[in-house]
């Protein structure tokens, strides 16, 4: 090919892709344009003085719904491209206005309950919220006339609907107890229905709030993990077990197994709460084991029978542990600090910190031998560090005596030298003199 040739071919090509790029920024122009529908709700409503009518059509900008190319027709009806109000919520163009109460479920439920219409956004949505909804207390309630109860835009707002995902949603796993205590917060809300209102002031006061709030672990029971969310409700004396052993499932079996269980049954006591609460959920310690003052298992035991023995021997044989860990633990310190390796034996000594850790979670079994099993043990490691500890220090001492035992030899053959050198300085002398 000639070079003229060449060139001109590149020119061409050059062409080519100008007006490929031409043609792309074009079509993005098209389709930004026609993304942007024309919406004289919007346009109407964001001028408006009144913030009741203004902020839904400025909150709108961040909904998911707007994020997905819907806009204020998609529910409410009427003519988006309209002039006029009359046009815009001309009734004969499907305008619904703003929707009852008792009308909100299936509002939302006109495209939340349809698989097919959801798919276009997300296969797996569920899409059984609406009929979930009305096995909660709070559908049951709409059902009977009541409009106090919580309906879908109650928990996830209305015009500025945010995925679950997104920490300024409503529904944020850390925002979630605050959403539900805007009505279970409130006494003047509440009034009338039969329900407490300080479940919330109770749970920010729990070990799993500390974990939500303080650790920030999104992964930390709120209200919806353990009542629900769509379908929410009490769990009762049947299924509260159940729910505290989604997260506690070792303890919730060794208690299936545990002589309470059967106790607890006849009695209707709830398996998890009796001891524990259940919005006031503590770090459990080991003061609410045993048979002294403070302690939960005097509440239904007395003093002789079975149960009480048997904490009585768990609470001894775990304290037991605690104080020979913490024995081992000093000794092992101690000879640290004093310059010796002692890594080994405090590496080693984890096992009896596990041992203690599991034989906390084994008083659920109500059995002093099962607890026994891992005590034992315990106890027998953490010996082995404490004479680790004691063999430490008694070389430390051995060195210590050795090294003053040999700067006394030291210093005892140095005097013996210089008495030596001041003696032969003196018969030099004398020599000396004598000359």
């Not at 079996?253 to 609460?277: M, N, R, V, W, Y």
């Not at 084991?289 to 302690?295: A, D, I």
């Not at 053959?413 to 018969?427: D, P, S, T």
Request: charged share 25%.
């Amino acid at each position: 090919m000639k070079i003229s040739e060449h060139i001109s071919a590149s020119r061409i090509a050059w062409r080519l892709s100008i007006a490929a790029l031409q043609a792309l920024l074009l079509l993005i122009l098209v389709t930004t344009t026609c993304a942007q529908k024309k919406s004289s709700c919007i346009e109407c409503h964001i001028k408006l003085e009144d913030p009741r009518l203004s902020a839904p059509a400025k909150l709108f900008d961040n909904d998911i719904h707007h994020a997905r190319g819907l806009s204020c027709n998609d529910c409410h009806g009427g003519d988006p491209n309209a002039d006029t109000k009359e046009g815009a919520k001309d009734p004969r163009k499907g305008f619904l206005g703003k929707p009852k109460t008792a009308d909100i479920p299936a509002y939302c439920g006109k495209c939340h309950s349809d698989a097919s219409l959801m798919k276009r956004f997300n296969p797996s949505l569920r899409v059984d919220q609406e009929r979930e909804y009305y096995t909660s207390v709070h559908g049951k309630l709409l059902k009977t006339g009541e409009t106090r109860v919580a309906t879908c835009i109650s928990c996830h707002s209305v015009h500025g609907i945010r995925a679950i995902s997104d920490p300024l949603s409503s529904v944020y796993p850390s925002n979630v107890a605050e959403t539900c205590a805007k009505c279970h917060a409130s006494a003047d809300y509440m009034r009338g229905l039969g329900i407490p209102s300080d479940q919330y002031a109770k749970y920010k006061t729990s070990v799993h709030a500390q974990a939500m709030y303080e650790k920030q672990d999104m992964s930390a029971p709120t209200c919806n993990d353990c009542h629900g969310n769509h379908g929410a409700t009490p769990p009762g004396i049947a299924s509260v077990a159940n729910v505290c052993g989604q997260c506690h499932a070792r303890q919730a079996e060794l208690f299936q197994t545990s002589p309470h269980k059967a106790a607890f049954d006849q009695k209707e006591l709830g398996e998890c709460i009796t001891c524990h609460s259940n919005h006031a959920i503590r770090k459990p310690s080991d003061q609410l084991l045993g048979t002294s003052q403070g302690t939960l298992c005097i509440n239904c035991h007395t003093n002789g029978d079975k149960g009480f023995v048997a904490a009585g021997q768990m609470r001894s044989r775990i304290d037991e542990l605690i104080g020979s860990i913490d024995k081992s633990t000093e000794i092992l310190n101690r000879a640290e600090r004093a310059g010796m390796e002692v890594s080994k034996p405090k590496f080693e000594l984890k096992g009896a910190t596990d041992a203690l850790t599991h034989a906390r979670v084994l008083i659920h079994s109500s059995s002093e031998g099962e607890v026994d099993k891992v005590v034992a043990p315990g106890l027998e490691v953490a010996a082995k560090g404490y004479q680790a500890g004691v063999a430490a220090l008694a070389e430390r001492r051995f060195r210590r005596e050795g090294l003053a035992v040999s700067l006394v030899f030291i210093l005892f053959l140095a005097l013996l030298v210089y008495l030596k050198v001041r003696q032969i300085e003196r018969r030099q002398a004398t020599g000396a003199n004598g000359v």
